[in-house]
């Protein structure tokens, strides 16, 4: 069964910085879909970017960017120019076939101002 | 607006009282499924389908039903809630035959059995 691991609980950053978050996943497909959520204090689960396993290039939507290594199944987001609107609980999630997202665990993500 | 409704937002039931909790789409989403999420443990699915009278199983179905009598309708029944089913629930809807695009979610239903 497909697997995706967050392993940072909480994280935080001052505003107006740069982190990352981590995700890895464990899958023997070669072509699958990769997804970063965005669940903020309103509870609402808001699409931040998504990546298809089979481009090379990395997405990104504004602030938003991914590092996709696919040899170490490893799918990192990283925030530029933290706000304070981008504390949230971030999900990373796998797709493949047409069944389900699996979800990760989360991170808590906080900004300091 | 395209848009997953989901209702209501708070629920709080007393153990064995069946309760329905509705969801609807207006995107024509052939593909809708049910989330449970639970501190620690992620978003876990319940039960999805990808069409009208197609239904299937996901990680977690014990003690839920759904229907899909409509394209746009699917809600989830609860017929003998229990303590352990206390939770954040989330209705999503995708495009397509499967949620490659990824999901639209509802904004979700918080419940409390007591």
């Known amino acids: 069964a497909q697997t995706v691991t967050q392993s940072q609980p909480e994280m935080s950053v001052q505003e107006a910085e740069t982190v990352t978050l981590s995700c890895t996943y464990d899958?023997?497909?070669?072509?699958?879909?990769l997804f970063w959520y965005k669940q903020p204090p309103s509870r609402q689960m808001i699409l931040v970017i998504r990546?298809?396993?089979?481009?090379?290039q990395n997405a990104t939507e504004n602030r938003f960017s991914v590092n996709f290594q696919k040899a170490a199944k490893s799918f990192s987001l990283k925030i530029s120019d933290s706000q304070l609107g981008d504390a949230a609980m971030y999900f990373c999630a796998y797709n493949f076939g047409n069944e389900k997202l699996t979800f990760g665990t989360g991170t808590r993500l906080t900004i300091i101002p | 607006e395209a848009q997953v409704t989901q209702n209501p937002r708070y629920l709080i039931t007393v153990t064995g009282k069946k309760l329905t909790v509705t969801c609807s789409q207006n995107m024509n989403h052939e593909y809708m499924s049910w989330y449970r999420q639970d501190p620690g443990l992620g978003l876990r699915q319940i039960y999805y389908s990808m069409n009208v009278e197609v239904t299937d199983k996901g990680d977690v179905p014990e003690g839920y039903k759904v229907s899909r009598k409509e394209k746009r309708n699917f809600p989830l029944i609860l017929e003998s809630p229990s303590p352990n089913q206390t939770s954040l629930y989330f209705c999503?809807?995708?495009?397509?035959?499967?949620?490659?695009?990824?999901?639209?979610f509802g904004s979700g239903t918080r419940l409390t059995v007591v």
């Open positions: 990546q298809e396993a089979y481009k090379q």
């Open positions: 999503a809807s995708s495009s397509g035959q499967g949620p490659f695009y990824g999901y639209t």
């Open positions: 899958t023997s497909e070669s072509d699958y879909y």
